[in-house]
C-alpha cells in the first residue's frame, strides 16, 4: 500500500499563487514501483480532470493545456514528495486537488493510477 497525502490547498485571489505537496507513505518499494505521479482537479458537479504528471524516475512531465505555462510539477525524491507550484491563478482552477501514484505510463489517465489522496481544496475568488 502507499499512502498519499496532500497540504498546501486554501484560498487565493485570482492572479496568486498556492504551492501544493503530495507526499507518499509505506512500503518503500511499493512506493517506488509506483513511480508515476499526478495531480487531478475535480470541481463541484464536473468530472475528474488530469492537471500534470511527473515520472519520478527521470523527471520527465505532462501538463494538461489548461495549465501550461502557469502550473509547475516537480519532484524531491529523497522526500518521496511531488509538488504542483500553481501561478496565475484563475477561478476556473477552483477545485478539489488530488494527488495519484500507478505504475505509468506518463500520462492522466486516471485507469493508471493505483492510489489516491484524499485531497486539497484550491479557492480562486476574481
Known amino acids: 500500500q502507499v499512502q498519499l497525502v496532500e497540504s498546501g490547498g486554501g484560498s487565493v485571489q485570482a492572479g496568486g499563487s498556492l504551492r501544493l505537496s503530495c507526499a507518499a507513505f509505506?512500503?518503500?518499494?511499493?512506493?517506488?514501483?509506483?513511480?508515476?505521479r499526478a495531480w487531478f482537479r475535480q470541481a463541484p458537479g464536473k468530472e475528474r480532470e488530469g492537471v500534470a504528471a511527473?515520472?519520478?524516475?527521470?523527471?520527465?512531465?505532462y501538463y494538461a493545456d489548461s495549465v501550461k505555462g502557469r502550473f509547475t510539477i516537480s519532484q524531491d525524491n529523497a522526500k518521496n514528495t511531488v509538488y504542483l507550484q500553481m501561478n496565475s491563478l484563475k477561478p476556473e482552477d477552483t477545485a478539489m486537488y488530488y494527488c495519484?501514484?500507478?505504475?505509468?505510463?506518463?500520462?492522466?489517465?486516471?485507469?493508471?493510477?493505483?492510489?489516491w489522496g484524499q485531497g486539497t481544496q484550491v479557492t480562486v475568488s476574481s
Open positions: 495519484a501514484a500507478g505504475r505509468g505510463p506518463l500520462g492522466t489517465d486516471v485507469r493508471r493510477y493505483n492510489y
Open positions: 509505506g512500503y518503500i518499494y511499493n512506493i517506488y514501483s509506483n513511480n508515476y
Open positions: 511527473i515520472y519520478t524516475g527521470g523527471g520527465t512531465t
